[in-house]
């Protein structure tokens, strides 16, 4: 049979990558090349993403069986409103970290090593997004965890070893742990096609062992989602990555696990075991608050957008603890506005790391003065970070503490904008310490100059343009977040589409 | 059968928290390859694990005999046991790595990334603290 479109759609997201790290592998010590390749495979995966979500758009959900071995017996792939958003918001990623990456000082060395992980680390990444298989779930998690170890001891500093020894072996444990509760789910529904799955849950005859397999998956996408208990491996780890590797990790790791979340939670457990949404409760406000306060601490600028990454998970959290269709909307709005927000403060900051000499606040001071575009890109993504309007973060927050409201969630929606408050804070004293301030005694001054400045701050202004004009053109893209919403909570779409017409 | 492995499951599935929880690198590392090991049991496990008659089909039948093997969740073990070679691997370069560079395998004496206190409420003193080490 040929391949019909959906079959190149969706596997697209997944091959072009794929070549794009065998082919920039294959040419290390020739930059300029692996520079183009990267720079093609960029292009080629935003079309074909924004291609993905035309399809996905007109035509429903689409799924595609690799080699026609019918679901559920072949590796199924599949894309909805949501995943096919997710992959198009990866491609953006992929293309603003590649842009930046050249001009950043602390990759010089790196760069032959650079191109093909960050090829796999995105393989990973849509990989996961596509995946219609629990274990394929878990083959795309790995891929993008081996591709991680690799990025975070890119720099090669003593700093990153340490880091990289508490991030490879937690999150290790959380991948095992995954495994298991794989294992156990194929015992108890003899399927891992997660179509079939979600059929075939609810007719499991033990279903105290279905929540406990529940409870094991939500643990091991919590563990990589960074939710309450379970983030001490992100604060130790993610601020001793090089700028445009700690960018992608903070857009794009720890939102795989909340879609895995999201998707386990309304695809296979609709109906919710009693337990859950309170647990979702405690595990969002508790994210929420604990990594506010974590980022009030700080002084460092990487430490407090790390801190940042854990708060803003929690808002994901809320909306899949509401779980009307309306908050996973506002989830599902909430994950592609921060994906772009945070990836760009963290470019930002490299900017500033730059530009100032420092990422240490009390090292830094006096940037608006000497370079006041610099502070209105760093303004736009931390204001919209703490959700003021007119950014795309005001819109997000809005609606899933509406949905809070709507829902009679008062005290979690209380807690969701105090904590957006707090948030404020912390950014504002970036701001003020860094941009407003005298700078200190003898600290380094290197202006951002010519082409540097150009290829530093151009893909964090392109970034920027898209919060804004997610913010000032809200319409489309909370209906289609509304619309990704309800295709998540009515799933029969979704099974009908990997299924077929089968009874 | 299923009692033995599943014996066995939880006896790994101790020694690897157990392990996991010790202060030296290497035990951590065998730590990790147990729960592996434990994952693999799992799956092992849970598809059945009567049959023993290799898994094909007949020329002429539909189905798979009585008492064929599943093979399902060996591809599936197949599968985990080559990715988590491939990162035991990367962890146990990352702790020689350590070793060379800091000279211990104590995750608790590892203090580059993350400093051993909360950091001070005042800045300049928070910035010196974290050049310090």
Known sequence: ?503 | METLLALLFGLLLAAACYLLLARSLPRVIIGLLLLGNAANLAIIAAGRVAGTAPPLVERGAQALAAGASNPLPQALVLTAIVISFALTAFVMVLAWATWRSEATLDPEALRRAEPAALPSTDKQEAAEAEARP
Not at chain 1, 208 to 222: K, N, Q, R, T
């Open chain 1, 1 to 503: 049979m040929i391949a019909a479109r959906a079959d190149w759609l969706l596997a697209l997201p997944v091959l072009i990558p794929l070549l794009a790290c065998a082919l920039s592998a294959a040419l290390r010590g020739r930059p300029l090349v692996q520079r183009a390749v990267t720079a093609t495979a960029a292009a080629a995966m935003l079309v074909s993403g924004a291609a993905l979500v035309a399809e996905v758009l007109g035509r429903g959900v689409i799924a595609s069986q690799m080699g026609d071995w019918p679901a559920p017996f072949g590796i199924t792939m599949v894309a909805d409103l949501f995943a096919a958003a997710m992959v198009a918001i990866t491609a953006l990623i992929y293309a603003a970290t590649a842009a930046y990456a050249p001009a950043d000082a602390g990759m010089r060395a790196q760069e032959a090593l650079w191109h093909p992980l960050l090829a796999a680390l995105v393989l990973g990444v849509a990989g996961a997004f596509l995946a219609g298989d629990l274990f394929n779930l878990y083959v795309w998690f790995e891929v993008m965890l081996i591709a991680s170890f690799g990025l975070l001891v890119l720099g090669g500093g003593r700093e990153q070893l340490d880091a990289a020894v508490k991030y490879a072996v937690l999150n290790l444990m959380a991948t095992t742990v995954f495994l298991i509760a794989v294992g156990l789910v194929y015992g108890l529904t003899g399927t891992l096609n997660l179509a079939d799955m979600a059929r075939r849950m609810p007719q499991v005859p033990n279903q105290g062992a279905a929540a406990a397999v529940a409870f094991l998956l939500l643990a091991a996408f919590g563990a990589k989602a960074a939710v309450f208990p379970l983030f001490f491996w992100l604060p130790a780890s993610y601020h001793t990555a090089i700028a445009p590797v700690a960018a992608i990790f903070a857009g794009l790791l720890t939102k795989v696990g909340v879609y895995a979340m999201i998707r386990l939670v309304t695809l296979v457990f609709p109906a919710g075991q009693d337990w859950m949404a309170p647990l979702l409760w405690a595990v969002a406000a508790g994210t929420m608050v604990v990594g506010v306060l974590g980022a009030a601490a700080h002084w460092d600028i990487r430490r407090i957008l790390s801190f940042h990454i854990i708060s803003q998970i929690g808002y994901m959290i809320v909306g899949l603890a509401v779980a009307t269709p309306f908050a996973i909307a506002g989830a599902v709005l909430y994950i592609i506005h921060h994906i772009m927000v945070k990836a760009n403060l963290f470019l930002v900051a490299g900017a500033i790391r730059r530009a100032g000499g420092s990422f240490s606040l009390a090292a830094l001071g006096g940037l608006w003065r000497r370079d006041p575009w610099l502070g209105i890109l760093f303004a736009i993504a931390a204001l919209s970070l703490a959700g003021l309007p007119p950014l795309s973060g005001f819109w997000a927050k809005f609606m899933v503490v509406k949905s809070g409201f709507d829902a009679g969630w008062y005290a979690l929606a209380a807690v969701a904008l105090g904590t957006g408050i707090l948030t404020l804070y912390s950014m504002l004293k970036i701001w003020i310490e860094a941009f407003w301030k005298e700078p200190p005694e003898g600290a380094a001054v290197v202006a951002l100059a010519g082409r540097e400045r150009w290829l530093l701050l151009g893909p964090v202004a392109a970034l920027a343009l898209v919060t804004l004009g997610i913010g000032l053109w809200a319409e489309p893209f909370a209906a289609y977040a509304l619309a990704a919403g309800e295709q998540l909570a009515g799933r029969e779409a979704y099974i009908a589409a990997v299924l077929g017409a089968r009874p």
